[in-house]
């Protein structure tokens, strides 16, 4: 089984913090991807990473950096976190290839409360 | 403007009866159409994934259908559980000819089954 695993559950920090969020998996996938979902709007793409050091830009990149150092691990930071970006963030992978193409494992997800 | 529409936004059905989940998409071409459950919580699981040439495709009580002339598809979910109590997506991706395809989610429908 297909096993993706977020580094925190729930979180809270403060306004002006910067924030890591950290993300694994486990089957050798080329793409990583980081989704934040609030209610009403669905889940909306932050960043890609398609490859080690290789990243695009989703819908909403502002405000967000991202990070992939090795294969199995994508992180997303937040710089200068704020309010706004109270949330839930989703990680996923799927296999490599069109990103579009192969099936989406998502992690667990990691509530963030900024205050 | 949100190119994945479902309907109803939210559903209460009791135990032992069925139902069915609708999205309606603008997306075109398109590679594959997927239906998501996602838990309270919890991310979001794939149940089926079709491509434009599969007009059904079922896991267990799970039946998705796909109209790509009318570009609807639907989830029917027979003898409904307890458990089926969750928030179902629909999910479609567009192969815009980078690595980065594209994927559209829609905003979900909140499925309450009562005892």
């Known amino acids: 089984d297909v096993k993706v695993t977020q580094s925190s559950r729930y979180l809270v920090k403060r306004t002006g913090e910067k924030v890591f969020l950290e993300c694994v998996q486990d089957m050798d996938h080329e793409n990583m991807f980081w989704y934040r979902q609030d209610p009403g709007l669905g889940l909306r793409l932050i960043y890609f990473s398609y490859d080690v050091k290789m990243k695009e830009k989703g819908d909403i990149p502002e405000g967000y950096s991202v990070s992939r150092e090795k294969k199995e691990r994508f992180s997303l930071i937040l710089e200068s976190a704020s309010t706004n970006q109270t949330s839930m963030y989703l990680c996923?992978?799927?296999?490599?290839?069109?990103?579009?193409?192969?099936?989406?494992?998502f992690g667990p997800g990691t509530r963030l409360t900024v205050t | 403007k949100n190119q994945v529409e479902q309907s109803p936004q939210s559903l209460i059905i009791l135990e032992g009866k069925n139902c069915t989940l609708q999205?309606?998409?603008?997306?075109?071409?398109?590679?594959?159409l997927r239906w998501y459950k996602q838990d309270t919580g919890r991310g979001p699981v794939s149940l089926t994934i079709?491509?434009?040439?599969?007009n059904t495709k079922s896991n267990g009580r799970y039946t998705a259908t796909l109209d790509a002339d009318t570009k609807q598809s639907s989830l029917h979910i027979t003898a409904s559980q307890l458990s089926d109590s969750a928030s179902y997506i629909c999910?479609?991706?567009?192969?815009?000819?980078?690595?980065?395809?594209?994927?559209?989610f829609g905003r979900g429908t909140q499925l309450t089954v009562w005892p």
């Open positions: 999910v479609v991706s567009f192969d815009r000819g980078s690595t980065l395809g594209r994927l559209y």
């Open positions: 999205c309606n998409y603008t997306v075109s071409p398109f590679s594959n």
């Open positions: 996923a992978s799927s296999p490599g290839g069109l990103a579009g193409t192969y099936e989406q494992y």
């Open positions: 079709m491509t434009f040439s599969e």
